[in-house]
């Protein structure tokens, strides 16, 4: 543990406030991401349909037109043109013939439509597969920051745990990086208070500048976000909204049956709480002691 009275460096609570912003302004941020792949990705599937459906109407004109060549080619004409040209007067046959160039005409003019169409569809279609694939790109690129930034913030804490720590905390030992409710600035401010206390001596009764008791620690770390919560342990737990899901950096754990005991989870499985007299502020794994419950303090309670 680090000599009685220190803290961490203003270097070091920096480096964990800035980590810890960024990966709470980063949940707004990959929903985000999460949405507009999820638009393009349905965009570039529908456009795939349209080009595959105009593909098929082209390969349709296109045997068409093929089928009418091989017939004229024949003299077979167009289906019923072919009893045309049993016709018993010329006019007739050039009725006959008359139709059968039209009707190659159309479908000439069909088929180039449906040839220019299906290009532009597949280019539409390629434009959007190449977008979707930029947003999951865009995507995948903030997860791995994300990822890196929860890497930073665990070594971090590690870092805190070995100089203000009682060896019951290891990153292994703890809440996985990511289980966690991701804090807002007021719950980050609580927190960095906190941290910046570590090190400190406890004094019963002591609400600081420079020594704490438990409920003291809790209670001006909140007061130093800009909120009030209730002076001791039992009126944390009384007063504020119980937690029963995952926890957020900034809850309060209440530890023993008479509730006799509170520190402040600040993540990934640990507890920052002033013990007892003869020790310091300092670092605990969340379940070092019996656990009575987890309470939140937040705005509301201002």
Known sequence: MAAHGLAPSSESLRSWTDTILRISEAGARSAALERKVRQLRATASRAR????????????????????????????????LGQLLLAPSPQVLLDGWTVQRHMGHVLDVKFKIAKREAARRARVAATALRGQRAAEHERDVEASRQEQDRARLTALLGQFATGFGDGAWSPF?????????????????????????????????????????????????????????????????????????????????????????????????????????????????????????????GPAQA
């Open 49 to 80: 349909r349209q080009a595959d459906w105009f593909r098929v109407q082209r390969d349709i004109m296109g045997d068409d037109l093929g089928s009418a060549a091989r017939e004229q080619y024949r003299g077979g004409g167009y289906g019923a």
């Open 173 to 297: 030992s703890g809440v996985l990086a990511g289980a966690d409710e991701t804090p807002g600035r007021t719950e980050i401010e609580a927190v960095r208070f906190a941290l910046s206390q570590l090190g400190s001596p406890y004094v019963w009764g002591a609400t600081g500048p420079s020594s704490y008791d438990c409920s003291g620690l809790t209670s001006r770390a909140w007061s130093a976000s800009g909120v009030t919560i209730p002076r001791t342990s039992q009126m944390q737990w009384a007063g504020l909204p119980r937690v029963g899901g995952r926890l957020r950096p900034g809850d309060l754990v209440i530890y023993f049956p008479d509730a006799t005991h509170v520190g402040m989870y600040v993540g990934q499985g640990m507890v920052i709480h002033a013990p007892r007299p003869g020790t310091v502020v300092r670092l605990t794994a969340l379940h070092r002691m019996p656990v009575l419950g987890v309470v939140r303090p």
